[in-house]
């Protein structure tokens, strides 16, 4: 009896501690590499594992990073860059080598669990003038083809990551919605493909952006606690943006005749900085309601169910082109150096983020304007211009982290950012005229961070296994446990 008992609790203790790493199975993240000093991916890994994110999606087949990935345990969708469609859409040939050398070898020889490829990155942005829409379709055929010659096309699907831009509403309400109209046929060439193909739709949507691209945009409405005045679609009653986005791209396939098409969410998240309503506040609300409603299993209207999604993003990226504003260098659940940057669980414990281990930093020095300084001097406005042109300045924006300081701190901040992406060179603050010096107090100021930068380590190496093989080990137990019961 006691035997039975113990055998009882010890089922129960591994229930729940493999629920406390497959409750995130279906979320993912997005992990980019345009960082001025990424931390090596085997951290990454690491750091993903620890935080029980099984999913990741990548931008670009890094060599490294696809090697890190290694029998990890983590899924992954690996993404062709929108520079590289032209040549893969005029050559099987190409896309046939792009398969051997980025899909092929890493499943069959390094264990990489590739699921998705992803063609292109939002190729139809109306920003890029119609660049790409002559070439999507073609690379993502020539894609399809290189895979099933490899014999992957059962277990490696193809996909285009697209921005919410590609379908509308003119009514605002998601039955409304269809495909833009200068886009649609061949948006209905696109899904068809998909559908013929057994692979999904992957949309991008983005909340913030609808609030950062209107200023009279209901900001209760970006978020899922339900305080925004809803949308009454014919009884279908919506209470956040995100809802009503993906349900209008599900009426824009369904009077397509694709009612049925699979959708990953492909990028989902909040940035933390880089403007007045990029902050940590709305960032943990934002990610943290996702997230409780994915693990309470709701869905919207039209497809109930949790999400198949992407958070974007893992890690801040310092070297991101900030064309499209300032925030894009903040969209991190972690800071560059691998710390969180707010509470959020992902867990079913209920716990944090975790951070990455056996991260180091550079000195603690800081480069600063010299007391000596005049801010009257003709030298400092071209001496902050390069720093920041050089370096990431983001951070001192209107309503940024570092939006309040006073000048002579703007020129100190400035000057740190390029000491520190110089790693830390003393000649990186030796600006014209003696107007900078280094410190060893930290001139960080309120919200207002002054950042020591990383030991950058660009070695990958194969990630650590033990997570996994602990899984393993846990379901082993528990069928033999199973077994024992039964018996």
């Given at each position: ?29 997005n ?9 090596p ?24 990073i ?5 029998r ?26 792009w ?19 992803a ?8 920003a ?24 992957l ?31 649609r ?17 992957t949309?991008?949507?983005y ?23 809803p ?25 397509n ?10 990028e ?27 693990r309470?299993?709701?869905?919207t ?59 180091h ?26 720093a ?32 520190q ?14 107007i ?21 380590d ?30």
């Amino acid at each position: 009896m006691l035997s039975k008992s113990v055998f009882a609790v010890s089922f129960a203790l591994i229930l729940l501690y493999i629920n406390l790493f497959i409750e995130v199975d279906g979320i993912g993240v997005n992990w980019g590499s345009q960082a001025s000093h990424p931390l090596p991916p085997a951290t990454v890994v690491r750091l993903l594992q620890a935080n029980g994110i099984r999913k990741v999606k990548l931008f670009e087949a890094d060599t490294k990073i696809l090697g890190a990935l290694s029998r990890s345990g983590i899924q992954v969708m690996v993404g062709i860059p929108n520079d590289l469609l032209a040549p893969i859409a005029a050559s099987v040939a190409v896309a046939e080598r792009w398969v051997s050398q980025n899909v092929s070898a890493h499943v069959s020889s390094n264990g990489v669990d590739i699921r998705y490829v992803a063609v292109g990155n939002e190729p139809f942005l109306k920003a890029f003038n119609g660049t790409f829409e002559d070439i999507t379709l073609p690379a993502l055929q020539n894609i399809q083809s290189a895979l099933i010659k490899a014999g992957l096309a059962t277990l490696v699907k193809v996909t285009v990551p697209l921005n919410a831009d590609v379908y509308q509403s003119a009514s605002n309400l998601p039955s409304d919605g269809d495909f833009r109209l200068e886009i649609r046929d061949l948006m209905i060439s696109i899904v068809k493909f998909l559908s013929d193909n057994q692979a999904p739709f992957t949309i991008n949507i983005y909340p913030f952006i609808s609030l950062y691209n209107d200023p009279h945009f209901p900001v209760e409405f970006a978020f899922f606690d339900g305080t925004g005045d809803p949308i009454n679609d014919n009884g279908r009653v919506y209470d956040n943006v995100l809802d009503a986005n993906y349900d209008t791209l599900v009426w824009s396939l369904q009077k397509n005749g694709f009612g049925n098409l699979s959708i990953i969410v492909g990028e989902v998240g909040w940035p933390t900085d880089g403007d007045k309503n990029a902050n940590m506040q709305y960032a943990r609300r934002y990610n943290q309601g996702f997230m409780n409603r994915q693990r309470a299993g709701r869905g919207t209207p039209m497809r109930p169910g949790p999400m198949d999604a992407y958070l974007f993003s893992l890690i801040d990226e310092d070297a991101k082109s900030i064309q499209p504003g300032n925030f894009e260098r903040h969209w991190g659940m972690f800071y560059i150096d691998g710390r969180p940057k707010y509470q959020l669980s992902l867990l079913a414990n209920g716990n944090g983020l975790i951070p990455a281990k056996d991260v180091h930093h550079m000195g603690k020095k800081w480069c600063v304007l010299a007391p000596s300084a005049s801010l009257e001097d003709p030298q400092l406005g071209p001496s902050v211009g390069y720093a920041c042109d050089h370096a990431d300045c983001t951070s001192l924006g209107y309503g940024s982290s570092c939006g309040g300081l006073d000048l002579a701190q703007n020129v100190s901040y400035a000057f740190n950012s390029y000491y520190q992406v110089s790693d830390q060179l003393e000649s990186a603050c030796k600006f014209p005229g003696g107007i900078s010096m280094i410190v060893t107090r930290d001139p960080s100021f309120g919200s207002c961070q002054f950042k020591i930068m990383i030991k950058s380590d660009s070695s990958g190496g194969e990630a650590s296994t033990k997570m996994c093989l602990t899984r393993s080990v846990a379901v082993l137990l528990l069928l033999l446990m199973c077994m024992y019961i039964v018996l």
